[in-house]
């Protein structure tokens, strides 16, 4: 239940002002019609010295939908399902030549400049074995999705060239797929290219905490071409093999969840609306909301082969279904409901509410160094503290690293998700949003797009010019984190 910086003022009888620098003081720069969920709203009351009551009900959109998600599938309803693969990589590198070559279609061709606009997500068999793959335009885009709750990708192909190696993007790649957790396989790809050097590739891996399985480490490292096809079948392979590891389980005999990869107003069609189906399966003339958009399933058409019509998709099947009133947005979840007035109220209440974003599900859930005693007091488990670190040069990094490594504790892990050479990027912010971490900005500055972003979720970007100084400021914030002595 969302209330306004001025709702709050005129029933607290406070001037706005007192809100905002208490909002300020958390580090939420915010105006007076924004809007601020219940935790926000009963930090700011209990500073102010106010009691609050929230006196309307839980919504609808609460009961329908939370319970949908709270379903437990029982365990003998669970069958395998495909792994959803996404391919990452440097720019150039190849990431659509192989995917094209796996499925059997040429859009690196006939695209232009070479850059991949829109999502794509295709089911292909290999040998009677099914899987999925999402192609993301970045990595960006990929741990945007994440941000919005909208893990979708089981596995990450990091694509790398053999004669460029590891890249800046690259290393971006590598720390995203790592903050979301996925096994990660690396396709050396342009392996037909004369005189590359695959050794050199392969130790910048290792540097980059990939150790390829062939020296002992657990990365498995395909050589591959998209130009020949070298590699690729032992490609699949691997991804078959992760996957059988990691058994991927789904219901199909319950309502469809999903998640929308993208969606858009097609002249003849109508909204066209990508959907990879998560758990269930979706029919043809269900019930559906999915963000502020609902309908009724009208078609739903194989990606691969836009003439396929489906009846039926199983979990981790991508869809472009056709029946949505409008057009929701990339990551908004999808349910199926029994009742279409239900559906209805629900995408019709999220769309009035949607310009407003609540602060407390942007500016105040982020982790500062000041709040991140407060985020995790009370939790039984060691606490991680993620950080992206970014700095001038690389003796920085790795004074930075050879600093925080001292700053071990058992209860506190300290997790370096990012370390770059440059400037703070609006990925890093990205990054940092959906991993919940900080940013060390050591003798660098944020863009203005990374500095946008940033107010805009609500990231801390810690800007410092001295080692010890980095190395105190975490010390506290760690001390602050341990759990009392019992
Ligand atoms: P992306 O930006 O990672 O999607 O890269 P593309 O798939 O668009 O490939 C970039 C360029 O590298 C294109 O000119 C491709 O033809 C070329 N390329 C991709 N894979 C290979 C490969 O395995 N061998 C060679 N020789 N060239 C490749």
Same mark, same amino acid.
């Given at each position: ?14 001037? *706005? ?10 580090? @939420? ?15 700011? *009351? ?5 009691? +609050? ?10 009961? @329908? ?13 669970? +069958? ?25 279609? $040429?859009?690196?061709?006939? &695209? ?80 037909? /290219? ?9 130790? $910048? /891996? ?60 097609? *002249? ?30 009208? *078609?739903?058409? $194989? ?15 991508? +869809? ?91 209860? +506190? ?19 940092? $949003? ?21 107010? &805009? /979720? ?23 984190? /341990?759990?009392?002595?019992?």
């Amino acid at each position: 239940l969302p209330c306004s910086v001025k709702e709050l003022s005129e029933a607290a009888g406070v001037p *706005a002002v007192q809100i905002l620098r208490i909002l300020m003081d958390e580090g @939420v720069m915010t105006n007076i019609n924004a809007q601020m969920d219940p935790e926000l709203t009963e930090f700011i *009351a209990a500073e102010l010295g106010v009691d +609050v009551d929230f006196l309307q009900p839980e919504t609808l959109e609460d009961r @329908v939908l939370m319970r949908l998600e709270e379903i437990e599938d029982p365990e003998e309803s669970l +069958v395998a399902r495909a792994p959803v693969v996404t391919f990452l990589g440097h720019v150039d590198h190849g990431k659509t030549s192989l995917l094209d070559r796996l499925i059997g279609i $040429d859009v690196a061709g006939g &695209e232009s400049g070479g850059i991949t606009q829109h999502i794509r997500a295709y089911r292909i068999e290999n040998n009677g074995r099914p899987m999925a793959f999402v192609d993301t335009p970045g990595h960006e885009a990929f741990t945007e999705m994440r941000a919005r709750g909208a893990g979708v990708t089981d596995i990450v192909v990091l694509v790398v060239a053999a004669d460029d190696g590891v890249m800046p993007q690259t290393e971006e790649a590598i720390s995203h797929a790592k903050a979301a957790g996925v096994p990660i396989i690396v396709a050396l790809n342009k392996i037909d /290219l004369p005189g590359v050097d695959p050794l050199r590739a392969m130790t $910048d /891996l290792n540097t980059n905490g990939l150790q390829p399985s062939e020296w002992g480490g657990d990365t498995e490292i395909v050589k591959t071409s998209a130009t020949t096809g070298e590699g690729l079948d032992e490609l699949l392979e691997t991804i078959l093999t992760v996957a059988e590891l990691n058994e991927y389980v789904a219901n199909p005999d319950r309502a469809a969840i999903g998640t929308c990869l993208e969606s858009q107003q097609d *002249a003849d069609r109508g909204v066209v609306t990508k959907v990879l189906v998560q758990n269930g399966t979706l029919k043809v003339g269900d019930i559906v909301v999915c963000g502020d958009a609902y309908g009724r399933v009208k *078609a739903m058409l $194989d990606p691969l082969s836009p003439r396929t019509r489906l009846e039926e998709a199983g979990p981790s099947v991508p +869809v472009n279904l056709t029946g949505l009133d409008i057009a929701p947005s990339a990551g908004a979840r999808l349910y199926v409901l029994d009742d279409i007035a239900e559906a209805r109220e629900i995408a019709e209440t999220r769309g009035k509410s949607q310009h407003n974003e609540y602060l407390g599900a942007t500016g105040f859930r982020q982790t500062t160094l000041d709040t991140l005693f407060e985020r995790l007091d009370g939790a039984d488990e060691v606490q991680t503290l993620n950080l992206i670190l970014r700095a001038d040069v690389r003796g920085s990094i790795e004074a930075l690293e050879k600093e925080l490594s001292k700053l071990e504790h058992p209860e +506190v892990r300290l997790r370096i998700l990012q370390r770059s050479v440059g400037g703070v990027t609006e990925g890093d912010v990205v990054l940092a $949003d959906a991993s919940e971490a900080v940013i060390i900005a050591f003798n660098v500055v944020a863009d203005d797009k990374a500095r946008a972003k940033a107010s &805009e /979720l609500g990231v801390e970007i810690r800007r410092y010019s001295i080692i010890y100084k980095v190395a105190e400021d975490l010390k506290l914030a760690l001390e602050g984190l /341990l759990k009392p002595e019992q």
